[in-house]
């Protein structure tokens, strides 16, 4: 450090008297941009990720995909400092292998990654886990509303995590032209 400031920034100073004013200005933009990417990125796992047991993160592949390569480097990054807090050494070769891994639009996989992880493809989800750590899913996924609703079918209602409850004129056995949903 001191032989850059020293030796290297005098020399490049004697180039362009105005250096350290610009490199000032240059850090605060660097500055306030990794606020906002840091911003979107805590919005971006807030959205996406969600807790499948005790050491599994996962997010829908759709979701992934349509984010920004800097915002899914990052995203990924919190995902492991979530599993691995004590580690610190996620490099860029990991984080553009496991993203290889996932924007590949094939079925079921599994790559390994440092830090004793590993990311799987499981249908449209992405699990990133502990090596062998059990993955919990949801059994019963919770409907959007709470409240009742009146439905006529053919219909589809959202539910939590993605899951969609698709409900047809076969599969009702009631007489009326609806069905209540609670």
Known sequence: RNRIRHELLPMLESCNPALRRTLARAGEVMRLEATLLGDLEREAYAEFVRKRGEAALSLRQAQFLRIHPALQ??????MVRELRP???????????????????????GRVSLPNGLELLREGEHLVLRRQGAPVAWPEYPQMVRSEPQRVTPPAAIELADGWRLMIDRKSTRLNSSHTDIS
């Open 86 to 108: 004590e580690r610190r050494d996620f490099g860029f070769e990991a984080v553009e292998r496991a993203r290889g891994f996932m924007m590949e639009q094939r079925g079921a």
């Open 73 to 78: 480097r990052r995203l990924l990054r919190h």
